[in-house]
């Protein structure tokens, strides 16, 4: 399946690379787009990364497959992030991320076979100080406990 940046998305990439030293400097916030247009990072996104960006594919598979905001393959509408971190875990994360995965039933990377949520356990997300926290897609809730997190479970489409 073929993967070619949106005209949009191509200009938002020429805005972002005044702001960088090279092209390549600027591969994780134009891998971030094509995850945002494409949904997730397939081999495909990465060749056409490549290309925009005029760097060799298997550095931008590096840089893709090292960090975990990046997802390698399809997630769902609602991507579900809970962390139990230390934090997190010693004001009640694994609560909560018991709490989700049943209300899901799903585990650790799984998504739903209607592809509205996804589950991943995740390490910290810079919330140490309101923990513990989960995140929907880019929408962080944070000072939850398990009923909270099962709310906000409860309001999304």
């Known amino acids: 399946m073929e993967f ?6 191509l200009q938002k ?7 960088y030293p090279t092209k390549q ?3 994780m916030p134009v891998l971030y787009i094509a995850q945002e ?11 056409e990364t490549a290309s925009v960006l005029e760097m060799n594919e298997e550095d931008v ?5 090292f960090y975990t905001m990046y997802h390698k393959k399809e997630m769902g509408k609602n991507h579900i992030q809970v962390c139990t971190n230390v934090s997190c875990m010693l004001r009640g994360g694994y609560q909560i991320y018991d709490a989700v995965k049943e209300k899901l039933g799903l585990d650790n990377g ?4 209607d592809k509205k ?3 991943e356990e995740v390490e910290c997300m810079g919330s140490c100080g309101t923990a513990p926290m ?7 809730f944070e000072n939850l406990d398990k009923e909270k997190a099962l709310q906000i479970l409860d309001s999304l489409n």
């Open 4 to 9: 070619k940046f949106s005209e949009e998305n």
């Open 13 to 19: 990439i020429e805005q972002i690379l005044k702001k």
């Open 25 to 27: 400097a600027a591969v």
């Open 37 to 47: 247009q494409n949904g997730w990072i397939s081999k495909e996104v990465m060749i």
């Open 61 to 65: 598979f590096g840089v893709a497959t």
């Open 110 to 113: 799984e998504v739903s076979t």
């Open 117 to 119: 949520f996804s589950l």
């Open 134 to 140: 989960i995140a929907v897609n880019e929408d962080y």
